[in-house]
């Protein structure tokens, strides 16, 4: 059974930085996209980054590029969101997801992806 799970949020002021964790069990990363989301309240679930497993090829959305970096840890089993420069509408919740694939290509398209974790919950205060 793929479950996922995501850790690392919490409060921090503007400017500050997070880095999220998604860890995944009953699989390895190896042969899935990872795909990070975030949903804010009243508004759409948004895509911001994937990562490929079989090679690290990545994307990045158009507005997060230059603060927010993907990154996997095969060792660990573990995909990681870095984000820098921290807004207050980066307040969301977020969220990890995969969909199986030995391909290297990916975008964050919430639809493609087929198993998700429950979420964390980031807030960037004023």
């Known amino acids: 059974e793929v479950q996922l799970e995501e850790s690392g949020g919490g409060l921090v002021q503007t400017g500050g930085s997070l880095r999220l964790s998604c860890a995944a069990s009953g699989f390895t990363f190896d042969n899935y996209v990872t795909g990070w989301f975030r949903q804010a309240p009243g508004k759409e679930r948004e895509g911001l980054s994937c990562?490929?497993?079989?090679?690290?090829?990545?994307y990045n959305a158009d507005f997060v590029k230059g603060r927010f970096t993907i990154s996997r840890d095969s060792a660990t089993n573990k995909v990681y969101l870095e984000m820098n420069n921290l807004k207050p509408e980066d307040t969301a919740v977020y969220f990890c997801a995969v969909r199986e694939t030995g391909s290297n290509w990916c975008r964050p398209v919430a639809p493609k992806f087929s198993s998700w974790g429950q979420g964390t919950q980031v807030t960037v205060s004023a």
């Open positions: 990562i490929a497993g079989s090679d690290g090829t990545s």
